[in-house]
């Protein structure tokens, strides 16, 4: 079963995202086959679904905090922002996409966060 998860696009925001090459029709968040891939225009992370340790709606966030492709200056955090809510997914094993670290989280601004933090929940092993 493949479960999509379209990121929220806030109209403030969609101009800008454009000229990155971020658009609704190449940013989507995807669970299936045992594995977690979010994609945001050009920049791509997927990691096992055992790889991650949580999921939690967040926000709602600072627009210069949230918007674009954005690295954390607190931890090795990454986000995929186009709207001001989400789901920050903690991984168990830091997994690299962008900047000169891995990445201890990810977090993505899909349209329904609270359906995406469950649907994790429920996939996430304990250890």
Do not use: Q
């Not at 945001?40 to 709602?60: C, E, H, K, Q, Y």
Request: a positive charge.
């Amino acid at each position: 079963m493949t479960d999509v998860y379209p990121f929220e696009f806030a109209p403030r925001y969609r101009r800008l995202l454009g000229l990155l090459g971020i658009r609704p029709d190449n940013s989507r968040v995807v669970v299936a086959d045992g594995v977690f891939s979010a994609r945001f225009g050009r920049w791509t992370l997927t990691t096992p679904l055992s790889n991650i340790m949580s999921a939690v709606p967040t926000g709602p966030y600072r627009a210069v905090k949230a918007i674009g492709v954005r690295l954390s200056l607190r931890d090795s955090g990454l986000t995929f922002g186009s709207a001001l809510d989400g789901v920050c997914v903690a991984f168990r094993e830091p997994v690299r996409v962008l900047g000169p670290r891995p990445h201890e989280a990810l977090t993505v601004t899909v349209a329904d966060p609270e359906a995406l933090a469950a649907h994790l929940g429920s996939l996430i092993s304990r250890p």
